[in-house]
């Protein structure tokens, strides 16, 4: 399927480290990178939610990649409405307190969310630059629900993205559920947004739908959480933990391929980040997308 690339959430997981999936010549930060990036053709940045990018950091990924290959970065935890540690922050975004107490962006001031994104569209700005950015995520936690608060925060991060692709990741399932079914992609697609697709347990209380839709001509996102019964309530590996199977995958192939009807590039992404069971489902996804085609 034309436009269709495949990777996993992570190439630093210390779970993917241990498990022996990097050769022994690819044991150094620049050497997984590599090793990595001569496999997949594209990889999402989980660390930049937990602390803001740094443009050093993003210019040596830019060098250390092959012209096509594409990062999708997480956005920082306080742009999507999550809490953060103030020793995460730059010093000049920092409130008074203790490096580990808990802030949200409403404690940095009335000029703080702003600070913020500029912070992380300037740590990203080589990966932009060097034609290796494929969205930024906003990954929004299991109690941004529907309303109109939520609509307005939606436009917002629109608003001070300054174009950069964003791809939008919905926890609470009311989005994606009886009367909003329609409606959310198309508060998306108004925004120029992508609706981000997901594979996790379902049955569950937090269980999302499997909703594929191209909310924009752009880009399309589909990230693999794993079948863990856990979902939403355990620990990262009990909500992660699950080996897909060609018989998980195949029922995604016919959405994969409506995704890419209408979207310029749909990037498939495995988050069930247990020893090497992202990269092994990423590869088999690859080969199974491959022999549809």
Same mark, same amino acid.
């Given at each position: +399927?034309?436009?269709?690339?495949?990777?996993?959430?992570?190439?630093?997981?210390?779970?993917? *480290?241990?498990?022996?999936?990097? =050769?022994?010549?690819?044991?150094?930060?620049?050497?997984?990178?590599?090793?990595?990036?001569?496999?997949?053709?594209? *990889?999402? #940045?989980?660390?930049?939610?937990?602390?803001? @990018?740094?443009?050093?950091?993003?210019?040596?990924?830019?060098?250390?990649?092959?012209?096509?290959?594409?990062?999708?970065?997480?956005?920082?935890?306080?742009?999507?409405?999550?809490?953060?540690?103030?020793?995460?922050? /730059?010093?000049?975004?920092? =409130?008074?307190? /203790?490096?580990?107490?808990?802030?949200?962006?409403?404690?940095?001031?009335?000029?703080?969310?702003?600070?913020?994104?500029?912070?992380?569209?300037?740590?990203?700005?080589?990966?932009?630059?060097?034609?290796?950015?494929?969205? *930024?995520?906003?990954?929004? =936690?299991?109690?941004?629900?529907?309303? @109109?608060?939520?609509?307005?925060?939606?436009?917002?991060?629109?608003?001070?993205?300054?174009?950069? @692709?964003?791809?939008?990741?919905?926890? %609470? /399932?009311?989005?994606?559920?009886?009367?909003?079914?329609?409606?959310?992609?198309?508060?998306?697609?108004?925004?120029?947004?992508?609706?981000?697709?997901?594979?996790?347990?379902?049955?569950?209380?937090?269980? +999302?739908?499997? *909703?594929?839709?191209?909310?924009?001509?752009?880009?399309?996102? #589909?990230?693999?959480?794993?079948?863990?019964? %856990?979902?939403?309530?355990?620990?990262?590996?009990?909500?992660?933990? %699950? %080996?897909?199977?060609?018989?998980?995958?195949? =029922?995604?192939? @016919?959405?994969?391929?409506?995704?890419?009807?209408?979207? $310029?590039?749909?990037?498939?992404?495995?988050?069930?980040?247990?020893?090497?069971?992202?990269?092994?489902?990423?590869?088999? +996804?690859?080969?199974?997308?491959?022999?549809? $085609?």
């Amino acid at each position: +399927m034309g436009g269709v690339v495949v990777g996993t959430c992570s190439w630093t997981d210390r779970a993917l *480290v241990a498990s022996g999936w990097y =050769p022994v010549g690819a044991r150094t930060a620049e050497g997984r990178l590599r090793y990595y990036a001569s496999v997949f053709p594209v *990889v999402e #940045v989980d660390a930049s939610f937990y602390a803001l @990018p740094g443009a050093e950091r993003s210019r040596a990924w830019v060098e250390r990649t092959p012209k096509g290959f594409v990062f999708d970065v997480k956005a920082f935890a306080l742009m999507t409405g999550h809490r953060a540690q103030v020793g995460r922050l /730059p010093p000049e975004l920092r =409130p008074s307190g /203790p490096p580990t107490r808990s802030v949200g962006v409403r404690d940095l001031g009335p000029d703080g969310e702003r600070m913020v994104w500029r912070a992380f569209l300037d740590g990203i700005a080589p990966l932009r630059d060097g034609d290796r950015l494929g969205s *930024v995520l906003l990954q929004f =936690p299991p109690s941004f629900a529907p309303g @109109p608060g939520a609509r307005a925060r939606i436009a917002r991060c629109a608003e001070l993205a300054e174009g950069v @692709p964003l791809a939008v990741e919905f926890r %609470h /399932p009311a989005w994606l559920t009886g009367g909003r079914r329609a409606g959310t992609p198309a508060l998306l697609r108004e925004h120029g947004m992508a609706l981000v697709a997901v594979d996790t347990a379902q049955n569950l209380p937090t269980s +999302m739908p499997p *909703v594929a839709e191209a909310t924009c001509e752009g880009l399309a996102v #589909v990230r693999f959480h794993g079948r863990s019964p %856990h979902w939403g309530t355990g620990s990262k590996e009990d909500r992660f933990r %699950h %080996h897909y199977t060609r018989e998980d995958l195949l =029922p995604w192939l @016919p959405r994969v391929r409506r995704l890419a009807e209408g979207a $310029d590039s749909v990037h498939v992404l495995f988050n069930n980040c247990c020893g090497d069971a992202s990269v092994t489902a990423a590869r088999l +996804m690859s080969e199974l997308l491959e022999a549809a $085609d």
